[in-house]
């Protein structure tokens, strides 16, 4: 019956929107009325309101959906959605100031004399429009006003420039910022927690261990990183668009003709193309460029782009006069002068020690407030001409409540799906596809492709992602980031604005297209732009590295990177090390021979067994490295054989946990009395406990009899290359400690040395001087030492001394004994500092700077660029990790 209301659910829901129904209401109405429905079904057949559900009972599922609602708007941790209004904002703003006009006419006689240069000119500026506007009705209806009639005007093919310029339009959902991106970051950080969840049930399930190691774990993703993995792959797909309109170009010259301009490029034209180039660029750079390189969040981008596109719409709105430009220089000098003071000064208030310091912060206001005066100017303009502020805070409001309203009805709807054991039903449905993970990926994606025919993204995003992609992140056999299935989905979903029937971009642009461009040239125009479109998503699906690499990177070369003893780091900082070894030609090894011959005779025993046990680390680190990757090799050897054994009987062991699981549940349903079963009931329950134990008893007589063999055997060879990383890191962290620490006392010599009158006169002032004001000398005496390594027996001593001293009666006897205690231990090691100075520095100093790019890397406090940069390549591929589970 579970199926059954699920399939009503359904039905109710396409209903009530093929009947027109608003989307935000039929996606709650749906999911509360089916479950209503449910519950009195089984209260009126059964007694019980639950029968009819996959667990639980209406009113609890009734509570889960308040409590998704609430979610959207109440958890603090849910700030990302605080961009999407601040966005709307800048595109709509942008679009009414008709900066779109300016870079459509300007950008076309630049492009113009280009085979097809109409058309690159629309996806350039579709791709500059993208990354200001991303309103994608906003950017079809400004190019089909402006660029369809002069790309008809030029015999331009019909279905090539409608095409181009639908296709371009939909730039704005995978060009960052995107609303879209936006809404996926939000579904995703949610179906991230599920992932893990589901993840750890199967490791434990698989290894019958408690907890996951956390280089299983699956990783999260934001907004900010959402923004960065989709630059790339929105630069291909522009790349894919002009490649394809230059050769249509040359292979059909008469349609797509080139379009040579009235008058040469002269520097009134250069003019005009700065004019209405550089300060999209700047503000593209100002959004995207503070994202990238850690200075803002992604809300505080939004409020950036937000303040730049009134700043843009001040001088853009009024007619031409000599004070149009006077609100943007005025912003532009302020931001200048903030940055010089942020260069320059100490802007913190609470740190203001100086005159200097005080200055800073003098400039600092004087330049915010001038910057706000430039915003307000530029916002008083656009309230007086054409009413323009109202109108875009109008259009603002409308589109942020939609998208809010239907976000919080989908989080009910998801509930309702949930209830009725959809979301148990897809798993099972996906697991069970032959060919694992790609099989269900591009299921996934053909039902996403598919369902772009009839709904838009909004729907998609908060009604199919969370039901699919926790089961896409916890499969370990791809082990792919959110971040990179986020993109994929993204420009998947991006092709629903050009399929028809309900293709939103389709609308728009018939609704600007003269009468003489037919709907079907249309239709036929945008296909090769949606094939372009699953080209691009297949580069993307099959090359990680350009979804993964950038968001790596800026990880990685930030302030708050993780360090290099992060274990999910650690596979890549070996191969890097591993690298650098075969490329030293044998330095390190020479290095760590040499360092073992080093003659530690004068040094004190303890300090001498340290250097040697950390020298012989040093050459154990090195074997055991090799020894690993011999033994990464034969695992790898070993896997092909063994993953296809390892996924036949797991697909079996899971067959068999789900009959015990069912038979489990039947005896509990026999055994409760007072269920008020019939006899017949009770006798079919029977009978399927009886068929399921036989199939139990089935799956496992199919399970290979050499299968606990294989498993131990291919166990042992994982085991022991996992137990030979784990010696090496111990070792390598042991070969660099020692020999640090060793050169850390040795560095402190001149500060050990410069105690010695100091250390001298103590005896005269225990023999004669005041016991408590000679304590308190002694007191200073050992913070010195404190901050000079290797001294802590004198320092021992020296606290014993001062111990006795401040006694009421002090044994001034025992004092001088803890003196001459703490001086014969000055002596020893101003001896044996001496001599190392000498003898042992050099080596040392020769030995840890050999092995620290190598062995010493883990001990670093944080990654150097060179490996920071390798480490962002080197994670940007997916690492299948099925064998662990």
Not at 7 to 30: H, K, R, W
Not at 767 to 778: R, V
Request: proline share 5%; with cysteine.
């Amino acid at each position: 019956m579970e199926v059954f209301f699920l399939v009503t659910l359904m039905v109710l829901m396409a209903l009530a929107l093929g009947s027109g129904f608003p989307v935000a209401f039929a996606l709650p109405g749906a999911s509360i009325m089916t479950i209503l429905l449910a519950g009195a079904a089984g209260l009126i057949a059964t007694g019980d309101p639950g029968a009819y559900f996959f667990t639980g009972t209406p009113w609890q599922w009734l509570s889960a959906g308040v409590t998704n609602l609430r979610s959207v708007y109440w958890v603090p941790q849910r700030d990302t959605l605080i961009a999407v209004p601040l966005f709307i904002f800048m595109g709509i703003m942008l679009q009414k100031s008709r900066i779109a006009e300016d870079l459509l006419v300007t950008m076309a006689q630049l492009f113009g004399p280009v085979p097809g240069g109409l058309g690159i000119s629309v996806v350039f500026v579709g791709a500059l429009l993208a990354a200001t506007t991303g309103i994608v009705g906003a950017t079809v209806v400004a190019m089909g006003l402006i660029s369809l009639p002069a790309m008809l005007r030029n015999n331009y093919s019909h279905s090539l420039a409608t095409g181009t310029i639908a296709a371009s339009g939909t730039l704005g959902q995978i060009i960052p910022p995107s609303i879209v991106l936006i809404i996926l970051a939000d579904q995703l950080s949610s179906a991230t927690d599920q992932a893990g969840n589901l993840r750890t049930i199967m490791y434990k399930q698989a290894t019958g261990e408690l907890s996951m190691p956390s280089i299983f774990e699956v990783t999260s993703t934001s907004a900010g990183e959402m923004f960065m993995g989709a630059l790339a792959p929105g630069l291909v797909l522009v790349g894919l668009y002009m490649v394809y309109i230059l050769g249509f170009a040359l292979l059909r010259p008469k349609s797509a003709p080139a379009v040579h301009r009235e008058g040469g490029f002269d520097l009134d034209f250069a003019k005009r193309v700065a004019l209405a180039l550089v300060p999209p660029l700047t503000l593209i750079f100002l959004v995207l460029g503070s994202i990238i390189l850690g200075v803002a969040t992604v809300n505080q981008a939004g409020a950036i782009g937000s303040a730049g596109a009134m700043v843009m719409a001040g001088y853009r709105l009024p007619e031409s006069n000599r004070r149009r430009y006077w609100p943007a220089l005025l912003a532009l000098a302020s931001v200048a002068v903030l940055y010089f003071a942020l260069s320059n000064f100490e802007m913190n208030i609470k740190r203001i020690n100086t005159t200097y310091d005080l200055i800073g912060i003098i400039i600092g206001i004087i330049a915010s407030l001038t910057l706000i005066a430039a915003l307000v100017w530029s916002g008083l303009r656009a309230i007086r001409i054409d009413n323009t502020m109202h109108s875009v805070m109008v259009e603002t409001a409308k589109t942020t409540s939609l998208v809010f309203i239907i976000l919080m009805g989908a989080a009910i709807l998801t509930t309702g799906f949930r209830a009725f054991g959809g979301e148990e039903l897809v798993r099972n449905f996906l697991e069970t596809l032959p060919g694992g993970f790609w099989t269900k990926f591009w299921v996934v994606m053909g039902v996403i492709f598919i369902l772009g025919f009839f709904i838009d993204f909004i729907e998609i995003s908060v009604v199919v992602v969370p039901i699919v992609a926790p089961i896409l992140l916890a499969d370990p056999s791809a082990n792919v980031t959110a971040v990179w299935l986020g993109v994929i989905i993204g420009l998947n979903m991006q092709t629903s604005f050009l399929t028809p029937p309900f293709g939103f971009a389709l609308f728009y642009l018939r609704g600007v297209a003269p009468a003489i461009v037919r709907t079907v040239s249309m239709y036929r125009g945008v296909i090769p732009f949606i094939i372009l479109q699953l080209i691009a998503l297949g580069i993307v699906a099959l090359n990680p590295p350009l979804v993964n690499y950038l968001p790596n990177r800026v990880k990685f070369l930030s302030d708050v990177s993780p360090p290099p003893r992060n274990p999910k780091l650690q596979y890549c900082l070996e191969q890097y090390v591993e690298d650098k070894l075969r490329a030293d030609n044998g330095v390190t090894r020479t290095a760590i021979e040499a360092a073992q011959r080093i003659d530690l005779g004068n040094l004190p025993p303890a300090l001498a067994n340290d250097l040697k046990s950390s020298f012989k680390a040093a050459g154990d680190a090195i074997a055991l490295f090799d020894q690993a990757f011999v033994l990464e090799k034969q695992v790898k050897e070993m896997s092909p054989a063994y993953r296809e054994r390892l996924t036949y009987v797991r697909g079996l062991q899971k067959q068999i946990r789900t009959a015990e699981e069912r038979v489990k549940e039947l005896k509990v349903f026999l055994s409760q009395s007072g269920r008020g079963d019939s006899e017949a009931e009770k006798a079919r329950d029977r009978a399927e406990i009886k068929r399921l134990e036989a199939e139990i008893a089935q799956e496992k007589a199919k399970i290979p009899a050499d299968w606990e063999k294989v498993y131990n055997a291919f166990q042992k060879v994982n085991g022991a290359e996992k137990k030979a990383r784990v010696d090496y890191r111990r070792n390598a962290d042991k070969a660099y400690s020692g020999p640090q620490r060793a050169l850390e006392i040795l560095n402190a010599t001149p500060a050990f040395m410069a105690l010695d009158g100091e250390l001298r006169s103590l005896k005269t002032e225990i023999d004669t001087g005041d016991p408590k004001k000679t304590a308190a000398h002694i007191r200073e005496i050992e913070r010195k030492l404190t901050k000079v390594a290797g001294t802590s027996k004198i320092k021992s001593a020296l606290s014993k001394a001062r111990r006795v001293l401040k006694k009421r009666k002090p044994k001034l006897s025992r004092a001088l004994k803890q003196y001459d205690k703490a001086m014969k231990a000055y002596e020893s090691q101003k001896a044996w500092r001496a001599e190392a100075e000498k003898t042992l520095r050099p080596g040392l100093e020769t030995f840890l700077k050999a092995i620290t790019p190598t062995l010493g890397i883990r001990s670093q406090e944080e990654l150097t660029r060179e490996q920071a940069l390798y480490l962002a390549w080197c994670g940007s591929d997916h690492k299948d990790i099925s064998l662990n589970f």
